[in-house]
């Protein structure tokens, strides 16, 4: 272990700081500080402040009674730049070597510290154990540069321009600075590192939907999959699986479902919880959804469907072949209302659609193809299961859908026919 006392390079200052030995000193040309308390812990673990020592030192002076080693390094108002960045490093390496303390380090980002801290973790997580952040700014412009509601928008004007001249910015290059700690989420998540946010919800210089709030909504979510993720892939890999190979084990596919479903409900999977999650269930998309699909059932399966086909393309095979192409595309369309299951609706146009190519002495792929990707397209109404899911959420109402998809429908049937009659000839279907 380093003595001070021999190493007058160091200009060392001891001191007491609430009952431990605190020394001043220096290195890398900067000031610092370590203290020590009466009995390291057994593993010399240490927490490093790195911003504000001695600045509300709760957490501190807790961890220092229970044998912890504090440290700070003055790295002011240079807003966790990449020379900032190196010098911690440097720090990091210096404390585990000369005082023999644990490796990774505990660092807590108070306030601005939180440039420092996270800056740090985000490209050394190797030598990190845990941040603590509070009261913590994530984004320049937020605090200092006030573009938010920091300080009432105000932030604090005299630190925004030392924050510009460090960074080497100016007001119109400082939206593009991806140096902010809000931009490394993603590596500390991917680094597993623990973290502990603490925030006051009226903290008006680190407003917290400006900061805290980006921590909370995305660390969890971009880290490493949890358990939970892991056993839905699992049940969903195996549900697949059965889906398509229905023809060696002989179980309905209606059957699979149920069962994958049922594994997710089950209390030790944990994946849903019917007192969290039972309100969530859009319980009227499932009864349109099951309307919808019986309704298409019975048109098919009573032979309406067919008479519907019959009647709308029956003797049309005189009409010019672009005429014949939009009118297939344009009545698949329509149609998808009432039927809105695509599998029965090729089904029963199928035929017809056949039919019709062999009188005009064309290949029934020039009038299938269009008829089949104009049965997959929901163009007009949110009637198929995935676009019902997004319904629930009001961010837009079924007449909503119906104006714009009425001319998205008119410019999908002359794509649609513009795209057969161009490449017709080249397949060899003219």
């Known amino acids: 272990m380093l003595d001070f006392s021999k190493h007058p390079e160091y200009e060392v200052v001891k001191s007491d700081y609430l009952g431990g030995d605190r020394y001043d000193f220096k290195v890398l040309g900067k000031n610092a500080i370590i203290v020590f308390p009466k009995k390291l812990t057994p593993k010399n673990k240490w927490v490093w402040r790195a911003e504000f020592f001695d600045a509300f030192p709760i957490v501190d002076l807790d961890l220092l009674e229970q044998g912890w080693a504090l440290t700070y390094i003055g790295i002011s108002d240079m807003y966790g730049n990449d020379e900032s960045v190196e010098i911690m490093r440097q720090y990091q390496e210096f404390l585990v070597n000369a005082f023999d303390l644990e490796p990774k380090a505990t660092i807590f980002g108070f306030s601005r510290g939180a440039f420092y801290a996270v800056n740090y973790t985000a490209k050394y997580p190797q030598n990190v154990g845990c941040l603590y952040l509070d009261a913590t700014v994530i984004d320049i412009l937020s605090c200092p540069a006030g573009r938010g509601k920091s300080f ?36 500390l998540a991917k680094a597993d590192i623990p973290l502990i946010l603490v925030q006051g919800d009226a903290d008006i210089a680190a407003p917290m939907e400006e900061n805290a709030q980006l921590l909370i909504d995305n660390y969890e979510k971009l880290g490493p999959m949890r358990t939970e993720e892991k056993r839905f892939l699992l049940i969903l890999a195996v549900n697949l699986l059965l889906w398509s190979t229905d023809r060696l084990h002989g179980i309905p596919l209606p059957a699979v479902s149920v069962m994958g479903g049922t594994l997710f409900c089950l209390p030790g ?23 919808a699909n019986a309704l298409g059932m019975i048109i098919w399966e009573s032979g309406g469907a067919l008479w519907i086909a019959d009647r709308c393309l029956g003797g049309v095979a005189s009409l010019p072949l672009a005429a014949i192409i939009a009118g297939i595309s344009l009545f698949t369309v329509v149609i998808h209302l009432l039927i809105p299951i695509a599998p029965a609706l090729i089904a029963v146009l199928l035929p017809a ?40 959420a009001g961010y837009y109402r079924m007449f909503d859908m119906f104006r714009p998809g009425m001319l ?17 000839r080249p397949l060899g279907l003219l």
């Open 269 to 291: 999977v944990g994946l849903v919880n019917w007192n969290r999650d039972g309100g969530r269930v859009g319980w009227d998309i499932i009864m349109l959804v099951g309307a």
């Open 408 to 424: 998205i429908a008119l410019c999908w049937v002359a794509v649609m026919t513009a795209l057969m009659l161009l490449v017709g």
């Open 353 to 392: 659609v056949v039919a019709l190519a062999g009188n005009m002495g064309v290949s029934p792929a020039l009038l299938a193809l269009p008829m089949g990707f104009s049965a997959s397209a929901s163009l007009l109404l949110p009637i198929e299961t995935i676009t019902l899911v997004t319904s629930p």
């Open 152 to 187: 009432g928008g105000k932030g604090t004007p005299a630190d925004w321009e030392i924050c510009k001249k460090v960074l080497g910015l100016t007001e119109e290059t400082a939206a593009d600075y991806k140096g902010s700690p809000k931009f490394h989420i993603a590596e």
